[in-house]
């Protein structure tokens, strides 16, 4: 095989389902390659933060790997924010990115694309992956290529491989994967029990759950723990959709001061607070009360544990559950919970709020036969998204880049095959939203809730005189017909309520509802978090 189809069979072999990529010169080559190989589907947008952020929801979704190849330069800098935030967020994304022949690098001239240095596109991507290399000839390629897959599956983050155009299609060995790091038994058992001696010796013991226990699929692995453990089970903002897919009953989100008073007294009061796959980032514990102090809780995040002021290092999260579960005893039977009647909601002619696009919502997911996943941006659609029923939902909770939700849900429909709803305000959506008109082409037809306040109202809230966050009225779903799809544009529960019923019949289409909002109309639990944040930035330290 050439080298390109080696490093396609890889991806594939190791859970890319598509190659998510925009062409340019400098990686022509391996387009051509993905397209007559047919290894990996390839997915084009229209922009680069587009199939980055497409292909951060597929892995996201799909707990493996993503694949994603741009040109050199200007198109892997277009890519930057969105890898930044499947960085930090830890999501798994393998980039490929064109780069100049040897050739071409001593020809003594600049070359399009290029920035400060041939080497600037590297130098940039070291800071935003766990791993980096350029390939420079077939014979190394292989191990490179197993080496960059198994730090991305590993650390799940994004790896950076720099691809020449002129190596593409130079013959070139399989790819034989690695064995995964090592790690020492005796480590594991010994941290398991501690937090088993910890938990036992606690009179109000509290499990907490985050992302990164679905970036490494162990939410079965999880909701056994919760049933054995028998604690109250709670997720951080970031977490907000964990272990929908299972029967362990989860209290609520956590928000500290901003949130459920009884819930954040739960946690903050907890003498055994045990995190799973917990990012501690301000969005999670910026609003949190005084007495919450992480330095005194069980941190378990993956190969690297943290009980109290006692450091594990190199632990793998899914060993270490495993070995919890060993040392726990089966629970007996436990009769499901039926799930909590649906409060009440007027479909009138009332003006649309936050809380009443969550209450439709939830009405439409509970009369659908598959599961409905979320895709929501950042702003006051996160917030809405709190309120709607247990459902998998991803979102840039703690990167808190715009643009991210309607490229999310294409790849998400992609991966699962499963049609989501896709939240964004009106701010994010004339970054990204125009990728809607891909979706014919691509055979998708997501459902767009467009919370349309004519501003970037987040802004707002932490600095409400501020005149930059207007953004003026476009009538978005006037534009959808032009894009392929089915505008509706609603202002009244009751037209939301038939909008929904219309969306869930028009399949084949996208369908983009724009829900207009009075100025000001926030979710409550957005202005709480904000207020609570700036708050506590305010204090000294």
């Not at 969306?503 to 109309?521: C, H, K, T, W």
Request: net charge negative; aromatic share 6%; charged share 20%.
């Amino acid at each position: 095989m050439q080298l390109g189809e080696v490093l396609l069979t890889a991806l594939k072999q190791a859970g890319a389902r598509h190659l998510y990529g925009i062409p340019g010169d400098f990686i022509l080559p391996f387009f051509e390659q993905a397209e007559q190989s047919s290894i990996l589907p390839l997915v084009t947008l229209s922009h680069e933060p587009g199939i980055g952020f497409a292909a951060d929801g597929a892995a996201r979704m799909s707990c493996r790997p993503a694949a994603v190849a741009v040109t050199y330069g200007a198109g892997a800098l277009n890519l930057v924010n969105a890898i930044a935030g499947a960085f930090a967020e830890r999501s798994p994304l393998f980039v490929i990115a064109g780069c100049p022949s040897e050739a071409e690098r001593g020809s003594g001239f600049l070359l399009h694309h290029q920035a400060k240095t041939l080497d600037s596109q590297y130098r940039i991507y070291s800071e935003i992956t766990c791993d980096q290399a350029r390939i420079t000839d077939a014979d190394t390629a292989p191990d490179i290529i197993a080496r960059l897959l198994r730090s991305c599956i590993t650390y799940s983050q994004p790896v950076l491989l720099e691809l020449p155009r002129d190596l593409a299609t130079v013959p070139c060995l399989p790819v034989v994967p690695l064995s995964p790091l090592p790690f020492e038994p005796q480590a594991i058992s010994a941290c398991a029990e501690e937090i088993l001696d910890v938990l036992s010796g606690a009179n109000s013991p509290v499990l907490m759950v985050d992302v990164e226990i679905r970036r490494y699929d162990l939410e079965d692995e999880v909701a056994a723990l919760a049933r054995r453990l028998n604690v109250p089970v709670v997720t951080t903002l970031m977490g907000r959709g964990l272990l929908a897919d299972t029967d362990v009953r989860v209290l609520g989100t956590y928000l500290g001061e901003a949130g459920d008073p009884e819930l954040t007294e739960l946690v903050e009061s907890s003498d055994a607070l045990l995190l799973l796959g917990v990012i501690l980032s301000d969005s999670n514990f910026g609003p949190s009360g005084k007495r919450l102090d992480i330095r005194k809780a069980m941190l378990v995040s993956n190969r690297e544990v943290q009980l109290g002021y006692h450091n594990y290092h190199e632990i793998p999260m899914g060993e270490l559950i495993q070995a919890l579960l060993e040392r726990l005893p089966e629970p007996g039977r436990i009769e499901p919970e039926q799930p909590a009647a649906s409060p009440m909601w007027e479909v009138d002619d009332q003006p649309l709020t936050p809380a009443d696009i969550a209450a439709g919502i939830n009405l439409f997911i509970a009369d659908q036969p598959d599961p409905v996943p979320i895709a929501s941006d950042i702003g006051d659609c996160l917030f809405t998204s709190l309120d709607i029923h247990h459902t998998p939902v991803v979102a840039p909770g703690y990167y808190a880049s715009m643009g991210f939700g309607v490229p999310a849900g294409i790849g998400i429909q992609l991966t699962t095959g499963h049609r989501p709803i896709i939240l964004v305000g009106d701010g994010a959506f004339q970054m990204t939203g125009w990728e809607l008109g891909n979706c014919q082409r691509l055979e998708v037809d997501p459902i767009v809730v467009l919370l349309n306040n004519r501003s970037w109202e987040m802004i707002r809230v932490f600095q409400p005189n501020s005149q930059c966050s207007d953004l003026g009225d476009w009538h978005y779903a006037g534009l959808a017909d032009a894009l392929g799809g089915l505008g509706l544009r609603v202002s009244t529960r009751r037209d939301f309520r038939a909008a929904l019923a219309e969306a869930d019949q028009a399949r084949g289409s996208f369908v983009l509802i724009e829900v207009m909002l009075e100025s000001g109309a926030v979710s409550p639990t957005l202005k709480q978090f904000a207020k609570r944040l700036q708050a506590k930035r305010s204090l000294s330290p």
